[in-house]
């Protein structure tokens, strides 16, 4: 998990120049040393503490997850964080695109292939579903596993669906890293796997924008999300970038918008750490 200063959320599709709210820097300095997130049962409430210190605490005796608090209270200055709200965020557990395989016979072949990982969570996870909707991988929060069936989360879980196959991992929120075998039938099968595809090693950006046109080459990795360097712009794509410049352009999550973004990057300076050019409009699913 990760905190954050949020603003607005809406889909993941536009992209803006940042303009940080006023408190941004209250999140980036829970970063810079160790910090205990934890719930104290004496007080019924969500503490951020760090050396010893409470520095926020949100008080919800019903929040079963951190993420689940609705206001936080900065006690060192006795304000309710109201005009920039402080979060709680739960990571992305589990792969943007897995791959389903080992499957035998006619009918359960069908479930062989890629799944895409949908735009909400299912009961704090990821729910996978293939691109013509004919299968769907989630985790069923009624049998407490994880669900391989012809059908969507709700319909699945509001009526008599039988699972074609499934995993008891009541804690595991990522379905690529369940320790147990999956199930079919009432027959264990080692032979199911549940594995995460790599990310593309290219993408090329599009945008009504010109100034936003050109080609990313994938060059690492940061917050389990792929890292892109600008490989080759288009014939107007960053021509505000210096040709002389040793600066490069990366797209790559940051944590502390909740969003994919644009930042300059120098030589020998790990990704994220440079300025921010252009961000997209923050999704939790992302």
Known sequence: MYIQDAGAK??????????????????SSFCRSLALLTFANDLEEWQVIRAGRVLAAGHDSAAYMPDDVQHWHLLETNETCTEWPLQVLAEVAGPAA?????????LNAASNGEYLRTPKLHHGRPA????DGSMHLFFNGAAAEWHI?????????????????YCAEPHARDPTRLPRHWVVGATPA??????????????????????????????????????????????QGFRWLSATSSDSVILHYHASYSAWVLSLAKPDVPPGNGPVLFRSLPSLAS
């Open 10 to 27: 809406s889909a993941t599709t536009a992209w803006c120049r940042p303009n940080m709210p006023t408190g941004s820097l209250l999140a």
């Open 98 to 106: 897995i791959l389903v395989s080992g499957w035998r016979g006619l």
């Open 128 to 131: 996978y579903a293939k691109s």
């Open 149 to 165: 069936v012809r059908h969507a989360p709700a319909e699945a879980e509001a009526g008599p669906q039988a699972a074609l196959a």
């Open 190 to 235: 080692p032979e199911l796997r549940v594995e995460a595809l790599p990310p593309a090693g290219a993408l090329r950006m599009k945008s009504d924008a010109e100034e936003l046109q050109g080609y990313f080459q994938l060059v690492g990795e940061l917050h389990r999300r792929p890292v892109y360097r600008l490989h080759q712009p288009s014939s």
